[in-house]
């Protein structure tokens, strides 16, 4: 039988001496590989959660001891107080720090706007919790995760960190850091105080796509022009620095 693409551009599969037409469930079969496509891209994002289950944490007292302790910024309320979702994240940051699980806190967040500056905010709670000057590095340029973690390392020079987030977060941020050659480990700032919208659950499925191309393509930051060891003076980091070109 003659192949032709005007016949529904149908091919033709034979089996035995009957000829079968595939052209007729073009649909089905179209709809079934795009069904497949999604499947593996989901599976794909879900992974990350499992791939490092092993490394997240809600008991501190199992976490290993580390160079710093690394708590991202999120939104703050009217850019004077933080929300729901930082303050979380800010008071299992101090606990760790209480703990001696490190000697340092490095708190990381966008500072791009005139009178928006959530390194600031993230500061003063912590210097009302009790957390020395002297133990606090600021990174007012961590826009992204992959920000974050990657000055984390080229600006404050550490190679070891706890990072504290919600574990919806917490599969990308892990996955960032050991392609960056970070050691983290992740611990979790859920409570049932605050809870997470469809759009925060959207928002980070997108996300981590983002993040596998920015690994791929080692789209990372450029490398900066100024650092701050930890075993400096932190207060040096208090300053804001304009971000790299």
Known sequence: MKITIKNYFSWWLFIGR?????GRYKSHILF??????????????LSLDYLYKDRMYTKLELIPPVEAILIPGASVIRGK???????????????LYRYGKAPKIILSGDN?????????VMKN???RKGVRPDDLFLDHSGVRTLDTLFRSKHVFLAHKIIFVTQRLYMG???YLADNL?????????DSERVSLSWQMYLREFLARYRALYDV???????????TFPLSGSAKKSWEKLPSPP
């Open 18 to 22: 009957k000829p079968i037409a595939i």
């Open 32 to 45: 079934f590989l795009l069904f497949l496509l999604v499947l593996a891209i989901v599976i794909a994002n």
């Open 81 to 95: 107080k933080p929300s729901g979702i930082l303050i979380e994240r800010l008071e299992k940051g101090i606990e």
């Open 112 to 120: 791009s706007g005139t009178h928006y500056n959530e390194v600031l």
């Open 125 to 127: 709670f912590c210097l």
């Open 172 to 174: 990308r941020a892990l």
């Open 181 to 189: 050659g970070l050691i983290a480990y992740g611990y979790l700032a």
């Open 216 to 226: 791929l393509t080692k789209n990372y930051p450029p490398l900066p022009t100024e």
